[in-house]
Nanobody, 127 residues
């Protein structure tokens, strides 16, 4: 099993920035890709970003690539999501995801190719 723990969510004003962190533990050797999803109230979960284990392949939801950056610290088993110029529509619960498959599959659908999920961290964008 793989355990994922997110941190870094909170309240931020429009235009502000946040960095989310996801620490993986357990059988991380079985993981090929990490990613982030989000789910706003009343909406379906949606893909945000993903990368493969050595960060050589990175994918973003097209509308977010200019403001969000996914990265990893392999030595610490931590995956980050840097979010800038946050907007009220970015408000959601953000979930860390881990997959045994390639990063290209993580972006498919609403996470049906993801095997492990974190508990989620709330991001609130409000003045």
């Amino acid at each position: 099993q793989v355990q994922l723990v997110e941190s870094g969510g909170g309240l931020v004003q429009p235009g502000g920035s946040l960095r989310l962190s996801c620490t993986a533990s357990g059988r991380t050797s079985s993981i090929n890709a990490m990613g982030w999803f989000r789910q706003a109230p009343g909406k379906e979960r949606e893909f945000v970003a993903a990368l493969n284990w050595d960060s050589t392949k990175i994918y973003y939801e097209d509308s977010l690539r200019d403001r969000f950056t996914i990265s990893r610290n392999i030595a610490k088993n931590v995956t980050y999501l840097q979010m800038t110029n946050l907007k009220p529509e970015d408000m959601a619960v953000y979930y860390c995801a881990a997959s045994r498959g390639p990063a290209s599959t993580v972006q498919v659908g609403n996470g049906e190719y993801v095997q492990f999920w974190g508990q989620g961290t709330q991001v609130t964008v409000s003045s």
